[in-house]
């Protein structure tokens, strides 16, 4: 008995002490837009993406799902209403299938795109289109 108690008062103080952390240091990145992507241009692309909020700044994450069939120099991108802004163009496809992350500059402002593109840069047409929400 002796010890089951002491088994206990040691449970309360972790629960406590979980407590007292501030409650920013408990929040999870916040998910400000999420989409899936569908092919474009012929090419099948397909999977889940979001635009987080992180304690870095704003990032882009592919999801485990992301897939694309491969071509020549894809490139992540914003657009708005159907065109890319290849002016917030950010780094060569790291990967053809999963999860992935993509650094958002701190100048590039994100309130004016509803789009994420997977872009062939070499010849200017789209790969995959994700419409967020």
């Known amino acids: 008995m002796f010890k089951k108690n002491w088994i206990l008062a040691g449970l309360g103080a972790a629960v406590l002490a979980a407590a007292t952390v501030p409650l920013a240091a408990q929040a999870a990145d916040d998910v400000l837009h999420t989409g ?5 241009s012929g090419h099948v692309t397909s999977g889940g ?5 992180t ?6 994450v592919f999801a485990d799902d992301f897939f694309f069939d491969g071509a020549p120099d ?12 290849i002016s917030t163009e950010l780094g060569l496809l790291t990967s ?5 992350t993509y ?8 309130s004016g795109y509803n789009e994420i593109y997977v872009w062939c840069v070499q010849y200017s047409v ?3 289109v994700a419409a967020l929400q």
């Open 36 to 40: 899936q992507f569908d092919g474009a």
């Open 49 to 53: 993406v979001s635009v987080v909020q």
């Open 55 to 60: 304690d870095n700044g704003i990032e882009i």
């Open 74 to 85: 894809p490139h992540v991108a914003f657009g708005a209403n159907g065109s890319v802004d």
């Open 96 to 100: 053809n299938t999963g999860s992935q």
């Open 103 to 110: 650094q958002v500059p701190a100048s590039l402002d994100v």
């Open 126 to 128: 789209p790969l995959g």
